[in-house]
């Protein structure tokens, strides 16, 4: 099991969804972030809202799947988000120990979706 945290660029939410659930990935967990990548945030501020200073909105999506979904996950994530330009943003896979459905008390790989 493992944990696939995106980083994306709040216009690219759409297409990563849509993209998602092509690749029948449908859960999702979705968060307005405010970061920013190596460039400090200042060579990327034509494409969206400053926030505090240096930082600028993006949204995190959280996606819990089994291993075998691991990579057309991060495909369908690259294909949606990706244009090329600086602050496409980032994908972070992270291994995952337990995941509990709490309405029947599954767990792990069965309780993922
Ligand atoms: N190493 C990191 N740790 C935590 N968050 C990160 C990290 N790298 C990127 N992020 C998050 O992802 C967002 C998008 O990052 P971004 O795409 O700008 O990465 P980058 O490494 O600067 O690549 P690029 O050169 O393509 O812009 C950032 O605004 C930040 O929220
Ligand atoms: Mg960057």
């Keep these: 099991m493992k944990l696939v945290i995106a980083i994306i660029q709040p216009s690219r939410l759409e297409d ?17 972030v ?5 460039q400090k945030g200042v060579t990327e501020i034509y494409r969206g809202a400053r926030e505090h200073g240096n930082l600028l909105r ?3 999506l959280e996606i819990a799947v089994n291993d075998n979904f691991v990579e057309p996950t991060i495909k369908a994530i690259i294909k949606g ?9 980032k994908i972070f896979v ?3 120990t337990e995941c509990v459905r709490i ?8 309780a993922i979706g």
């Design 103 to 110: 309405r029947t008390e599954e767990r792990g790989g069965i």
């Design 94 to 96: 992270l291994s995952m």
């Design 58 to 60: 993006k949204v995190r």
């Design 34 to 38: 405010l970061g920013h990548g190596r």
């Design 81 to 89: 988000a990706k244009t090329g330009e600086t602050g496409d943003g």
């Design 16 to 32: 990563v969804k849509e993209e998602l659930y092509r690749a029948d990935v449908n859960l999702i967990t979705v968060s307005e």
